[in-house]
């Protein structure tokens, strides 16, 4: 049984305000399989072809991919199924790594308008895939001081190119801030736990020390959405992951990701992804004919 996305934790190392990790084609990383955290994050994979699978969009790529996360999106690791020899170098950074106003400066103008793009997930392509993986790879051998500044240029030339696309990835991301982190882990566990059954909204209240009406108006403010609403996005987009497998019928994959209606998911699965589960299924397998 596939597990629901777990809550990956990251804390930069001593001196640094975000994070910078290379990896080669035989790394193990320790990341959680299918996972999400509050930080944006920029992949470079140097070549190969594999799958992104970004919250309930799955799309391929060829000859190595860049792309830029905005926070909360769950997502699988994008080099499982690239066999070719590679490198993978992942930047993750909260948005306010260099302060809670900096981003609000006028000369971040255009950066600030790439991580508003990035929160459905951006793929770059062309000239600048290449020469962003270029620099990404030399900036593991400069000081501190300079690999932010190499940092903030390549972010400027992502937010002033045009050689992107937009992913429109969605899903069941969550909107979370320092204060809120430990709640949000809490209600998330929770419904990580038990959306394959029956998931309480009295529990999950309690769970925060909150009465029901105080818990429904907190997580609405918090994530623009209602706790149900939340719920029934977290199973479909595991039934998108499931749909995958040719060898499960749609009923079994209603059950498995805790639906007990068939006619109830075929109605959610399409007021979220815009498809029925069999025309979803038939998009997958256009994807990789």
């Known amino acids: 049984?596939?597990?629901?996305?777990?809550?990956?934790?990251?804390?930069?190392?001593?001196?640094?305000?975000?994070?910078?990790?290379?990896?080669?084609?035989?790394?193990?990383?320790?990341?959680?399989?299918?996972?999400?955290?509050?930080?944006?994050?920029?992949?470079?994979?140097?070549?190969?072809?594999?799958?992104?699978?970004?919250?309930?969009?799955?799309?391929?790529?060829?000859?190595?991919?860049?792309?830029?996360?905005?926070?909360?999106?769950?997502?699988?690791?994008?080099?499982?199924?690239?066999?070719?020899?590679?490198?993978?170098?992942?930047?993750?950074?909260?948005?306010?790594?260099?302060?809670?106003?900096?981003?609000?400066?006028?000369?971040?103008?255009?950066?600030?308008?790439?991580?508003?793009?990035?929160?459905?997930?951006?793929?770059?392509?062309?000239?600048?895939?290449?020469?962003?993986?270029?620099?990404?790879?030399?900036?593991?051998?400069?000081?501190?001081?300079?690999?932010?500044?190499?940092?903030?240029?390549?972010?400027?030339?992502?937010?002033?190119?045009?050689?992107?696309?937009?992913?429109?990835?969605s899903g069941f991301a969550l909107e979370v801030n320092a204060q809120d982190q430990d709640r949000i882990e809490a209600i998330y566990g929770y419904v990580q736990d038990n959306f394959q059954e029956e998931v309480s909204l009295d529990k999950a209240a309690q769970l925060i020390s909150m009465t029901v009406p105080a818990f429904c108006r907190y997580f609405k403010k918090l994530t623009r959405k209602t706790f149900s609403q939340f719920v029934n996005e977290f199973r479909i987009a595991h039934a998108c992951r499931l749909l995958g497998d040719e060898s499960q019928t749609i009923a079994s994959v209603s059950f498995e990701s805790g639906f007990n209606n068939l006619s109830h998911f075929n109605r959610q699965f399409k007021q979220i992804t815009g498809l029925s589960p069999r025309d979803y299924r038939k998009s997958l397998k256009k994807l990789v004919s």
Not at 39 to 58: F, T
Not at 59 to 83: A, C, K, M, R
Not at 84 to 97: L, R, S, T
């Open 1 to 169: 049984m596939k597990k629901a996305a777990a809550l990956e934790k990251i804390e930069p190392v001593f001196g640094n305000s975000f994070t910078l990790r290379q990896y080669g084609e035989d790394h193990d990383c320790n990341r959680p399989h299918w996972h999400f955290h509050p930080e944006y994050e920029i992949v470079y994979i140097s070549n190969g072809r594999g799958k992104r699978h970004i919250g309930d969009h799955i799309s391929y790529f060829e000859e190595g991919d860049l792309i830029f996360l905005g926070p909360n999106l769950p997502h699988f690791g994008f080099t499982e199924e690239v066999f070719e020899e590679h490198v993978e170098i992942v930047v993750q950074m909260k948005e306010d790594f260099l302060g809670q106003d900096f981003l609000n400066k006028p000369e971040m103008a255009a950066i600030r308008q790439l991580f508003q793009r990035s929160r459905q997930g951006l793929s770059f392509s062309g000239k600048l895939k290449q020469e962003v993986g270029q620099r990404l790879q030399r900036m593991e051998h400069m000081n501190n001081f300079d690999r932010l500044m190499a940092l903030l240029s390549i972010l400027q030339d992502m937010a002033q190119s045009k050689e992107y696309e937009t992913l429109n990835a």
